[in-house]
């Protein structure tokens, strides 16, 4: 399904236009199902999830799962180091792997991980909606010298830079290693997802062309990063390898640099409600590439019975 990317849309959240940072009332759900009897994981957790804006679910994949994910990521990052295409994303300063894109094409371990019942339902559920893939990537943090990833709103970007139009997607991160509070794990507020942050300045040409490896448009100012851990606090998600953190796409989070010996790394898989593809970019700029945002090749995930040690 090809969406039209001519086709004009209201800016319900308007961003990096000029403006100061104010707090927009989010318009959208949360939580767009309302069936209790047909919720994959327990209502419990959906609770936590509206208010807080995330949870983490732990033990859902067996050993020999995590083993074959944790292979499959070493292999792309010790086969992608020397390429030098868009889609991997290089750490500034010592030109480690940073971030591989697209993987759920690229990989045919990947691809069954984000087609995966006990994924792809939830996320299913969460946005009431059939999804497909906005965006998939490995995220690396290697022990010394794994860069930090600046507090941001993901959806401020998606929907400036990328178009797309309400808050009715989330993410999943599959960590693939130890998360400790002390090497870099992701952190939190707690709340944020209730405010859509405006972000000031305008978005430059081409912005992901430096963004990826350092943010510096789409960011909340001190200010408003204060009033909002004032009001939520920080939780820092930390977990055992096969963990499952998944968060709403307006959740403002981010994460410290690694300066310890323990790298840790992730696999991120947005899904998007097919009801909220997206459109052009909300910022008069010419969309990001493919490998970033799925524009041409919309496809609604089918769920399955995932086992990754048969190919």
Known sequence: MKQQNSQQAEDYYPSRNGQPSIFLERQDPVV????????????????????????????????????????????????????????????????????????????????????????????EYLLGDKVYIHQSRLNYKLGFRGKNFYWHSDFETWHVEDGMPRMRALSMS???????????????IPGSHRSFVVCEGETPEEHFKSSLKNQEYGVPTDQSLTQLVEEGGIVTATSKPGSVIIFDCNVMHGSNSNITPFPR????????????QVVAPFCERSPRPEFICTREKIEPVIPVVSNFNNE
């Open 174 to 188: 599959i960590t693939l290693t130890e998360n400790y509070s002390f090497n870099g794990p992701l952190m939190l």
């Open 265 to 276: 790394s992730n696999i991120f898989l947005v899904y998007n409600s097919m009801a909220n």
């Open 32 to 123: 767009y199902s309302t069936d209790k009897n047909n919720c994959p994981i327990e209502q419990e957790k959906i609770q936590q999830y509206q208010e807080n804006g995330f949870i983490v679910l732990e033990d859902i994949f067996s050993q020999s799962d995590i083993e074959a994910l944790q292979a499959e990521s070493t292999f792309l990052r010790q086969n992608s180091k020397d390429k030098h295409s868009g889609e991997v994303i290089l750490e500034p300063g010592s030109g480690e792997v940073r971030s591989i894109f697209k993987i759920h094409e690229s990989s045919a371990v990947f691809k069954k991980l984000a087609t995966d019942k006990r994924l792809a339902s939830l996320a």
